[in-house]
């Protein structure tokens, strides 16, 4: 097993082998430069490791394009690299991203300029396999490594061709005026399964009405070309396009059988039906989300991660399952206080690996025995000798109801002791399809909001993180809650209530309350601070969204939504901006010029405003940074300033 650690910035691959897994460094980069690593994959064979190194691909856009956190004085590129088994030294492909190696280990596959590229795996200059219109992405080799299918984005529509070694034509497989994506090879090369979605636009339908958003499942013989549909969602706002972990999940299982994920019964589960006839078949099933998603080596199985267990907090945790594609059976195979997530099955099929952690101890590699079902952590040497451990809190699983009845769950992190009255902060998450846990988060960006809560809490706060609607792990009607963010902001009514709730805890000076976040959580952070300046007393705005009605853009042609003005109204009045004359409360505006998700232009602009109006505002900007801190010492700043600021403005 490999993966990637970053020790304060200095990213590099760790090996571990049996019998003993001992951790093995691979790679020997030294400097925090904001180079992440991503797309590591072992050859079949398992000779080789291929990873790339650059990009920024947590992004909404550009993910594939350097990025220049160091001010380096050249950009530096995404590359694609490999490396020798079990002791080489790294070697450079070229320059490139989404690398797939094909199954008789001969060739690595990739994109670069938005088109398909080869190099030998043993060695060799890349070529450009073959040049399609549009962008080239989503690369699946056949089993027998002789064909390759790929998806082309066409803007209005996309097309799943597949092109074969020694070929001369591309083959498109039963094309349409649809947007063809997700192929999936079966087992024995000659069908595909793939996702087919709506293209084009459509009707200028009322923008504030929720509706179904369809999808269907077809299977296509690669011959021919011809396909036909094999499955069709259900009709309501539950059957719509997942957009949980892994989105459609789709796998073509070993017994015929295509898995895929759908919300449609509440709860984003697991089904399994035959390639070509019957019923589908729910295989995981009650009041819980399965995420991390992998089919097991042999596809007879898929491991997951669930917010379930035998505990009443575990829907605020995440633990291993397995179910069997075959007959059903499912059981979860960790349970207990800690986070146990990002699941796989190895080539053994005997042994689970998968990143846990605890409400002291951060995330690290975990081996699990299945017949046994002991854990063995791998590579703990390498946790430093002076982690405060012994000085986190063990949050505690709160739960309130906002003022229009809806139950929200939240963590609080309090340090006994200290005086009869405390401030205290409430922490707002990003996405917003997030979840805080009652431990390390399994993301890295949360992961680092656990750890400043843990400050916070250690420096004498009371520190609240609400898990608002919105967010995943509570089941559809949560998740895809109606009236919010620009059609209304009804998520607010949470963080309202989270700041209430702070406010009547015996502990809390009422008077002394803060709140921060990022992204989604900068942008109800600056709306708190609008809205309710006198509950929320200051407050952190990092890299947030201000200005939703710029979402609504005025048609070109005659034809717009019936309730277009309606909806730019709402946008408007969901806004922070629309709330600047009520905004009292001291704030610190932080962002980053080469933020890929949240344009920086919603921070430049709400200064600007700010500016206008000579309200007071304190700000940090951070050149060539993008939304997740790719380089450490940005990430330490961004963290200092936002606890210095808190403690300044609430602390006696």
Known sequence: MAWAANEKGI??????????????????????????????????????????????????????????????????KVQIWKISLPAGKPELVGEGDEPVISPDNQAITFIKNRQVWSAALAGGSPQQLFEVKGSAHSLQWSPDGKSLA?????????????????????????PSFSRDVSPRWSPEGNRLAFVRLPGGKGEELPLLVQRHSPWEIWVADVQS??????????????GSVPTTHGGFNLHWAADNKIVYLSYEDGWPHLYAMDAEVGPSRQLTKGNFMVEHIQLSPDGKSLVFSANTGNLAEDIDRRHIGMVS????????????????????????????????????????????????????????????????????????????????????????????????????????????????????????????????????????????????????????EFHK????????????????????????????????IGIY?????????????????????????????????????????????????????TAWFSSPLAYLDSWKSPVLFIHGDDDRNVQVSQTTDLVRRFEEKKMPFEYLMIPDDSHHWMKFTNLVLVNQATVDFLKKHLKP
Do not use: C
Request: a negative charge; hydrophobic letters at 35%; charged letters at 20%.
């Open 11 to 76: 990213r590099n691959i760790y090996l571990a082998q049996g019998p003993d897994f001992s951790a093995k460094r691979l790679t020997a980069f030294g400097n925090d430069d904001g180079q992440e690593i991503s797309s590591m994959q072992f050859s079949p064979d398992g000779k080789w490791l291929v990873f790339v190194q650059g990009g920024e691909h947590g992004s909404n856009w550009d993910y594939n394009i350097g990025i220049n956190p160091s001010q380096e004085l050249m950009m530096p």
């Open 150 to 174: 790929f998806v082309a984005n066409r803007t209005t529509h996309s097309l799943i061709g597949v092109f074969t070694q020694g070929g001369s034509q591309i083959k498109w497989i039963s």
């Open 325 to 476: 594609i075959l007959d059903g059976s499912m059981s979860m195979v960790t349970a207990g206080e800690g986070i146990e997530a990002i699941p796989v099955v190895l080539s053994d099929l005997g042994t689970l690996a998968y990143l846990s952690a605890d409400h002291q101890r951060p995330l690290m590699p975990t081996l699990l025995d299945l017949k046994t079902r002991t854990p063995k952590l791998i590579g703990k040497e390498l946790l430093p000798s002076d982690f405060p451990s012994a000085f986190l809190v063990k949050p505690k699983q709160v739960v309130f109801t906002s003022s229009d009845g809806m139950e929200i769950h939240g963590q609080l992190f309090e340090k006994e002791g200290g005086p009869a009255k405390k401030p205290a902060v409430l922490f707002v998450h990003g996405g917003p399809q997030r979840q805080m846990l009652l431990g390390w988060h399994y993301g890295d960006y949360y992961s680092n909001t656990y750890a400043i809560n843990q400050y916070l809490a250690e420096m004498g706060f009371v520190v609240l993180a609400v898990n608002f609607r919105l967010g995943i792990g509570y089941g559809y």
């Open 517 to 569: 976040g990022g992204s989604y959580g900068g942008y109800l952070t600056a709306l708190a601070l609008g809205k309710d300046s006198d509950l929320f007393k200051v407050g952190v705005d990092i890299h947030g969204v201000h200005n939703l009605s710029t979402r609504l853009e005025m048609p070109e042609g005659y034809e717009k939504a019936p309730d277009f003005e309606k909806a730019v109204r």
């Open 225 to 238: 070309g011809v396909g036909s549909k094999r499955w069709k969602s259900p009709e309501t706002l539950r």
């Open 481 to 512: 809650a109606p009236r919010t963010y620009w059609q209304g902001a009804e998520e607010y009514l949470d963080v309202k209530a989270a700041g209430e709730y702070l406010a009547g805890l015996a502990q809390v000076d009422s008077a002394r």
